[in-house]
């Protein structure tokens, strides 16, 4: 069975930089620097706490990047 898993994303959307957390809007209108730098801090703390995490970020391009903490046994 999969461990639950907290999601932080940062992707273009509406032509701001947005930062989702579990699909769940956080903030929006910032550079794409400053919305991954939220959603690192973001995600550092869930960990802190010892959730698992996916941090999941869209380049420039539409291309996404996809980070993973914590346990990742397939069930």
């Known amino acids: ?3 639950p898993r907290v999601q932080y994303a940062v992707t273009m959307k509406d032509g701001d930089w947005t930062v989702f957390c579990d699909g769940d809007f956080r903030t929006t ?3 794409r620097s400053a919305a991954i730098e939220e959603a690192k801090a973001l ?9 698992n ?3 999941l970020i869209q380049g420039y ?3 996404m990047s996809r980070r993973l903490t914590g346990e990742q046994k397939e069930g």
């Open 29 to 31: 209108g910032m550079c």
């Open 53 to 55: 995490l996916e941090l």
């Open 1 to 3: 069975m999969k461990e």
């Open 43 to 51: 995600a550092f703390d869930a960990g802190e706490r010892g959730e």
């Open 61 to 63: 391009y539409g291309d």
